[in-house]
């Protein structure tokens, strides 16, 4: 099976920068996906990695070490509007489909 | 705004009603998601259907029944539910292909489903 980890609640402040770490246990890695949800809305992708190293887009950044089962997500100059909850999903080889397994996500609070 | 659509946004229903939930993808995509998110816990897969065959059910119980008509529709008929079940339902859509490279999954805005 699979096994995800990520902090439950983070905080920091407007302008500055956060990073929330996932760590996962896998067999079949394909793959590792950022999702931002705010409450009441769909999950947005946010970036992709699948080797190792960093992803920078924008504001946001990610980075996956495949043999440490670990990846960060970077949000720089925080806004107001980044406070919603950060998913980390790991794709798994399956005999059909796309398969997400998801992390509980974690909540970011941006305050000023 | 997404390419993918989910009706009805809101549903409150008795034990022992019967409802479905629909969802429409406007993306060309040729796999649809069925997952279930309640409070404090992660997103659960419950189907997957890839070229309209199921191609997944993460040992859903039997009073969640999918269908899949069409690459671009995907149901969810609900009986006989259990308060439990009361959670926010979301359909993604993907584009699956043998080499297998992004293929992000595409949320719709889920139904937020009440059991009385």
């Known amino acids: 099976g699979q096994n995800i980890d990520q902090p439950t609640e983070m905080t920091a402040t407007e302008g500055a920068i956060v990073q929330i770490n996932c760590t996962y246990q896998?067999?079949?890695?394909?793959?590792l996906f950022w999702y931002q949800q705010h409450a009441g809305e769909a999950p947005t992708f946010l970036s992709y990695?699948?080797?190792?190293g960093l992803e920078e887009k924008g504001r946001f950044s990610s980075f996956l070490s495949r043999s440490k089962g670990y990846s960060y997500l970077l949000l720089k100059e925080l806004q107001m509007k980044d406070s919603a909850s950060y998913l980390c999903?790991?794709?798994?080889?399956?005999?059909?489909?796309?398969?997400?397994?998801f992390g509980t996500g974690t909540q970011l609070k941006v305050e000023l | 705004e997404t390419g993918v659509t989910q009706t009805p946004r809101h549903l409150v229903m008795g034990m022992t009603n019967k409802k479905s939930l629909k969802c429409e993808q406007h993306?060309?995509?040729?796999?649809m998601y069925w997952y279930k998110q309640s409070a404090k816990k992660p997103l659960e897969l419950m189907f997957v259907?890839?070229?309209?065959?199921?191609?997944e059910n993460n040992s859903v119980p039997s009073r969640f029944s999918p269908e899949c008509p069409n690459s671009s529709h995907l149901f969810l008929h609900l009986h006989t539910l259990q308060p439990e079940d009361s959670a926010l339902y979301l359909c993604?859509?993907?584009?699956?292909?043998?080499?297998?490279?992004?293929?992000?999954?595409?949320f719709g805005p889920g139904t937020r489903l009440t059991v009385l």
């Open positions: 993306l060309g995509h040729n796999a």
């Open positions: 990695n699948v080797l190792d």
């Open positions: 999903a790991v794709r798994v080889i399956t005999g059909g489909g796309n398969k997400l397994t």
């Open positions: 259907y890839s070229l309209e065959e199921r191609v």
């Open positions: 993604a859509s993907s584009q699956t292909s043998v080499t297998s490279s992004y293929n992000e999954q595409f």
């Open positions: 896998t067999s079949g890695f394909n793959g």
